[in-house]
């Protein structure tokens, strides 16, 4: 029974984890684009929150239940499905670390553009939002694969 709370446990926080992390990317892309001051100050506040609240615990679980489950099932990190979900998730764990830094500071500017009455933000904003949009392709489609390898557990 412990099993099974763990593991229930585990596939609800990557559901959480991706789910919320392709979430709040959606709307702070779109909302990038409208270029609207205002949206744009409220938007980078509830994702930088949201990544906090729910992506940050997901992140600190998934490790520890999958290794967890590892060990009672008898799965051993080689070179195995188990091997390649670890350098896939540690890979989108580096280019997701950055982004977390890069969404923060664009909060940061966006609120202060927005508290000023300013219609435009810096071209540091653009800059950190073209690498923040970067790093999140190899994050997402990581993670897109530790799903499928978590899932199907090919060899």
């Known amino acids: 029974m412990e099993y099974l709370i763990i593991k229930?446990?585990?596939?609800?926080?990557?559901?959480?984890?991706?789910?919320?992390?392709?979430?709040?990317?959606?709307?702070?892309?779109?909302?990038?684009?409208?270029?609207?001051?205002?949206?744009?100050?409220?938007?980078t506040r509830w994702v930088a929150r949201a990544d906090w609240w729910f992506t940050t615990p997901a992140v600190i679980f998934q490790p520890l239940s999958g290794m967890w489950m590892m060990q009672q099932d008898g799965w051993t990190a080689g070179w195995n499905w188990v091997g390649l979900t670890l350098i896939l998730y540690t890979v989108a764990g580096i280019c997701w670390l950055p982004v977390v830094w890069l969404q923060l500071r664009m909060r940061d500017m966006a609120q202060l553009a927005a508290a000023q009455g300013q219609t435009g933000l810096p071209a540091r904003y653009w800059r950190f939002e073209r690498w923040w949009t970067v790093l999140g392709f190899p994050a997402f489609g990581g993670l897109l694969v530790v799903y499928w390898l978590m899932v199907a557990k090919p060899f």
Not at 31 to 40: D, E, G, M, P, Y
């Open 8 to 43: 229930t446990l585990h596939i609800l926080s990557a559901t959480l984890m991706f789910g919320t992390g392709f979430g709040t990317a959606f709307y702070m892309f779109f909302t990038n684009r409208s270029k609207n001051v205002q949206a744009i100050a409220v938007v």
